[in-house]
């Protein structure tokens, strides 16, 4: 039941053709950004090496520190078998 972002482009990594994809406004609705994965599996371990966002310009306006320098709280929707 959880409600997923549409996906954009899925194919052979290019810088250009996701940018020309990407609408700051789509559907009438502000989009913050996107998520670039591997489409492959990965160990969590790998997360930042393998899942990188992009941001639009103004979007981060935040009052409690900037979020690198906060500390990850594990997502604990459910539990995997890693």
């Known amino acids: 039941g959880i ?5 954009l482009y899925e194919g052979v990594y290019d810088e250009e053709l996701i940018k020309r994809l990407y609408r700051p406004v789509r559907d009438g609705n502000e989009s913050e950004g996107y998520v670039l994965r591997l489409a492959d599996s990965f160990p969590y371990g790998e997360f930042r090496k393998w ?7 103004s979007h981060v306006q935040a009052s409690h520190g900037h979020w690198k ?3 990850i709280v594990e997502n604990k929707l459910r ?4």
């Not at 409600?3 to 996906?7: H, I, S």
């Open 3 to 7: 409600e997923t972002v549409p996906v």
């Open 51 to 57: 899942v990188l966002k992009y941001v639009r310009a």
């Open 69 to 71: 320098t906060r500390m």
């Open 79 to 82: 539990k995997t078998n890693e």
